[in-house]
């Protein structure tokens, strides 16, 4: 079968890239999604959580983030122009697909004073600008996108790429896990952090050069959502960037889901923890991640492996995430079932097991954990509460950067990679982003 174009991942990234070749008028386009259709996923489904339409979007928070400095390293590739004209346009995408109107963040009094008093607590306010689809929309977006797509590209679920065929240093098609060959002028690929580790192989066996990225390690934190709603009414979510005391280590703030859940994810056979927030249905907390990049450099440099170890450790102790009151951690003691019954914070994770996280952490990252919340206390009083509580481990890999040109072409001819699988992108507006970035450069060798 010849195809113009293969493109193979169905998150936002391969999503994105459709709607552009379909928007501009190209034909004979099939997207290959190894997992199954929106309406068939299930999010308990280990399965199903990552994989599937939508990829990683699906169950995601919906936050999309107008920003160079969050979701990825697109910005590396465009002037700073380009790039937010660019970032916007995807945006309304989103918008036109039912992503609600309102934005938080915009550059405000209110934002320039929390900025001024964060760097009061000695702490870097980085300023973002946020639209939240919310959990339970993001399905119905990620459904009408499908819809949009219907009739112009082939989409195909239930469908795993194996190979990338390519033959005197151009891209020939892709041989699918059954083994059936397609031929195509084009490949996108667009496999997610899930694919990660199908991309550096294929990466490999291509010659194309990857650099390994750092592995973030940290806690997901869980308080009263009143401790930090002055903040969370301004900007949403507050990124803040800490440089810690002792070691003197990038500490951050990530993913921050006001009236939000704490929930666990299941990566690669590791159970860590992770949060989101609806659009309507509230929670009397708010959650976020404080993370400490760790990258290495010789003898060792697999980042990927310490982390592993590390989110290992949690679950040989604790039988998956484990659960403290950061009052149980400062005095040294493990935090129990009847502990945590007297905590003013009720965990939205209640199956987290009670125990003791300074068995798990290497001191510089339990460190780096404590300054960071002490910085905050300053920010925002109660965030160093003995009733807040700390759920780990949270860790994100990042997939291996893959060696692309500005049109996020490979060395490959006409083979592009595109989105987090590529270690380009870290989010869903870039990744989305970069998905209309690559379409467009195969749209125009195709038109000449
Ligand atoms: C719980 C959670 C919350 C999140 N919240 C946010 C948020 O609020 N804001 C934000 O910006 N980001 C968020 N993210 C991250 C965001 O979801 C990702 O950055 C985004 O989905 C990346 O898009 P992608 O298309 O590159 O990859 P993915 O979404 O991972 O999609 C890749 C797809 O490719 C498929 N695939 C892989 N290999 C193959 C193959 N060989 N053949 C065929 N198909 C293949 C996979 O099955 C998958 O469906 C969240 C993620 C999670 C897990």
Known sequence: MKYEVVIVG????????????????????????????????????ADDMLCGWGGAG?????????????????????????????????DQVYVRHGAPDRLFGDISPAVEALAERASLAGLEYIPTRIRHIGTENCQAI???????????????????VQTILADGGKVKGVKLADGTVLESRFVIVAPGRSGAQWMKETAESLNIKTKTSPVDIGVRVELPATVLKEITDISYESKLIYYSKTFDDKVRTFCMNPYGEVVTEKIAGLVTVNGHSYATKKSDNTN??????????????????????IAQLANLLGGGVIMQRLGDLLAGRRSTRERISKCLTRPTLPQATPGDLSFVFPYRHLLNIIEMLQAMEKLAPGVYSHQTLLYGVEVKFYSN???????????????????????????LLQSSASGILAARAVARRLNQ
């Open 142 to 160: 990620l459904a009408r996108m499908h819809d949009s797509l219907t009739g112009k590209v082939d989409i195909r679920t239930g469908c795993a």
């Open 58 to 90: 699906a169950y995601s928070d919906g936050k999309l983030t107008l920003s160079r400095e969050v979701g990825g390293y697109l910005g590396e590739f465009l002037n700073t122009k380009a790039f937010y004209d660019l970032l916007n346009e995807t």
């Open 288 to 309: 976020f991640a404080i993370l400490v990049s760790s990258s290495f450099t010789e003898p060792f440099d697999d980042p990927i492996a310490y982390g592993r170890y």
């Open 10 to 45: 169905g998150g936002p990234a391969g999503i994105f890239a459709a709607l552009t070749l379909a928007d501009l008028g190209i034909q004979n386009v099939v997207l290959l999604e190894r997992g199954k259709d929106i309406g068939e996923r299930n999010r308990l489904d």
């Open 401 to 427: 950067r893959i060696e692309v040109t500005p049109d996020l072409e490979t060395k490959i001819r006409n083979l592009f990679a595109i989105g987090d699988g590529a270690g380009i992108t870290r989010g």
